[in-house]
Nanobody, 118 residues
Framework: QVQLVESGGGLVQPGGSLRLSCAAS????????MGWYRQAPGAQRELVAR???????TYAASAQGRFTISRDNAKNTVYLQMSSLKLEDTAVYYC????????????WGQGTQVTVSS
């Protein structure tokens, strides 16, 4: 059974930081590309950052320079370090096991709420 369990969300003031974690089980994590997405109320889900199985990183323009995605294959966990948070970063953040040319199956976590508010 595949599980992606996000944690680390919460309420933070503008300019603050949070680190999200996504613990994976039931997949071959070290071979998986992983991503963080977010969905704000009334908006579509959007990519925030992605990290390949070999550590190549991709960021949305909104995340570039403020967010860092990383992974720990020994812990089957992917992280999203978020800093200089803005009001518009408020959303539910989801972890995803990505589809690749070698692996056509994707999975989503249940999401964790991040609220940036003063």
């Amino acid at each position: 059974q595949v599980q992606l369990v996000e944690s680390g969300g919460g309420l933070v003031q503008p300019g603050g930081s949070l680190r999200l974690s996504c613990a994976a089980s039931g997949i071959i994590f070290r071979s998986s590309d992983m991503g963080w997405y977010r969905q704000a109320p009334g908006a579509q889900r959007e990519l925030v950052a992605r990290i390949s199985s070999v550590g190549a990183r991709t960021y949305a323009a909104s995340a570039q320079g403020r967010f860092t995605i990383s992974r720990d294959n020994a812990k089957n966990t992917v992280y999203l370090q978020m800093s200089s948070l803005k009001l518009e970063d408020t959303a539910v953040y989801y972890c995803k096991k990505e589809v690749t040319v070698f692996d056509s199956v994707s999975y989503w976590g249940q999401g964790t709420q991040v609220t940036v508010s003063s």
